[in-house]
């Protein structure tokens, strides 16, 4: 069964959503049984990214600025996050976060799914804009992050400088706009149901069982009267059948 999620590095409810479904994971008896794949969206295309504290507007006035809040209806909304994040065992500083365009992280991200290893990076870059302060719009904070997570690191720098994987984060992002997603993180299980937003994890488990549940097996299509019968005309561990 294969799980997709769209979703962004900078964005604190998808931090949340991925905690909770790495929860209901944990819990779903085919586990090893679920591929999971990132896919990009930018919540803010259009953004210019800082790589100090002080550089630009803080979290709280990019929030006032982008919802109409005043300053301290904003704190108000950042400390409730804070506490949703704590209560999924996250440790959210948003007093550190750096306003971050993350096109170059995306396409990291698709670089690091060649090499097994998305996850971890996704991880990764969530940690480091949430938690510890990175600006991770800036590309050699990127490659440095990317290194800690096994990626060859020239390989990273020479993907971004070459924009390699561009294209890729272009056609998430149209894809997401075909599926009619407007907002993330948005879960979409085996391309039969849609999760929008992040929901709670016995949520999430009781999709991943339903849609578990209604894997329909293959159905065998006899050959026409006159043909072969299943034992013909087919290649396999004993060899071909003549």
């Given amino acids: 069964m294969k799980v997709e999620i769209w979703s962004d590095v900078v964005c604190p409810w998808c931090y949340i959503g991925k905690r909770r479904f790495e929860g209901a994971l944990a819990r779903f008896a085919h586990r090893d049984d679920v591929e999971v794949e990132w896919h990009s ?10 790589h100090a504290l002080g550089e630009g507007p803080d979290h709280a006035d990019v929030l006032s600025a982008k919802y109409g809040m005043s300053r301290p209806e904003a704190e108000a909304a950042i400390a409730s996050m804070s506490q949703a994040a704590a209560g999924e065992g996250l440790d959210f500083r948003m007093d550190r976060s750096l306003a971050s365009n993350t096109f170059d992280a995306h396409q990291l991200l698709h670089l690091a799914a060649e090499h097994g290893l ?26 440095r992050l990317a290194g800690e997570v096994g990626l060859d690191t020239a390989d990273a720098a020479r993907a971004l400088a070459t924009q390699q994987h561009a294209e890729t984060v272009r056609a998430d992002e149209a894809e997401a706009r075909a599926l009619g997603i407007t907002g993330v993180p948005f879960f979409v299980v085996d391309r039969r149901y849609g999760i ?12 991943l069982d339903r849609a578990w549940s209604e894997r329909s097996p293959m159905t065998l299509v006899d050959a026409p009267a006159g043909g072969t019968d299943g034992a013909d005309g087919a290649c396999g561990a004993d060899g071909c059948a003549i």
Avoid: C, M, N, W
């Fill in 196 to 207: 929008s937003g992040a929901q709670p994890a016995d949520h999430l488990l009781a999709v």
């Fill in 41 to 50: 969206f930018e919540l803010d295309p259009t953004i210019e990214s800082v």
């Fill in 118 to 143: 998305q996850g971890e990076l996704k991880e990764r870059l969530l940690r480091a804009y949430f938690t510890e302060g990175e600006p991770v719009g800036d590309r050699d904070t990127l490659v």
